[in-house]
């Protein structure tokens, strides 16, 4: 697809629903995004109207929170899998930080593996629950005319020291091999999307996306 044909078909479409999720939400959500191909890689983006379903991980609390000098933290897992199956063909981990630096007054973010800085605590919220050229796939596992959907995982503040070791060890991996099909997939697309427990972490979102496909040219 070109940048005027970024956005990939859907049959369905809907919008995220209101108000925080809760750790106990057990129902996926659905959003809308938009899927964009960028050299081999399928990438993910928010619509600008509808803003990021990853907002609603944060509360007023959780909001007033980035400021008190400790760390949040955003863990995201995303699945791609063919409509018609629950096994997928790609999954992605990604994990967020923030700490608020009292001394010198600044935000201090690790988004992604990079590290970014801001004054303003609306900005930091920004960064930690954007959508935005986020890849998610290799295109080579993506056949051009065939119905996928994505599952994705957001959890803020995760407190299972298991989860963190393993998401410490995913990362140092490298992004890359999360966007293959080999290997073990961290979390099961299953027990998270078909037979969910409760995390344990402050908030979760389990989102869903409309269905979509890569067009022929």
Known sequence: MTASRATALAVLAASALAGPAHADDEKPIQAELQFIE????LTIASLPAKGSPLAKLFDIAAYSALSSGFTSTV?????????????????????RKVLYNLWDEVYELKLDGKLVKEKRQADA????????????????????????????????????????????????QGTGGGLDRGGAFFGSFVSVFVNPKIPEA??????????????RR
């Open 38 to 41: 960028r050299g081999d890689f």
């Open 75 to 95: 863990v995201i897992r995303i699945w791609i899998y063919p409509k018609d199956s629950t096994d997928p063909v790609a999954f992605v981990l990604y994990e």
């Open 125 to 172: 919220l920004k960064h930690l629950t954007s959508i935005e050229d986020l890849p998610v796939a290799r295109l080579a596992v993506l056949p051009v005319g065939q119905t996928f959907q994505l599952a994705m995982q957001a959890e803020l503040n995760p407190v299972s020291k298991e989860t963190l070791a393993e998401v410490r060890r995913w990362l140092s």
């Open 202 to 215: 402050d908030r979760v979102l389990r989102i869903r996306s409309q269905p979509f496909y890569r067009p």
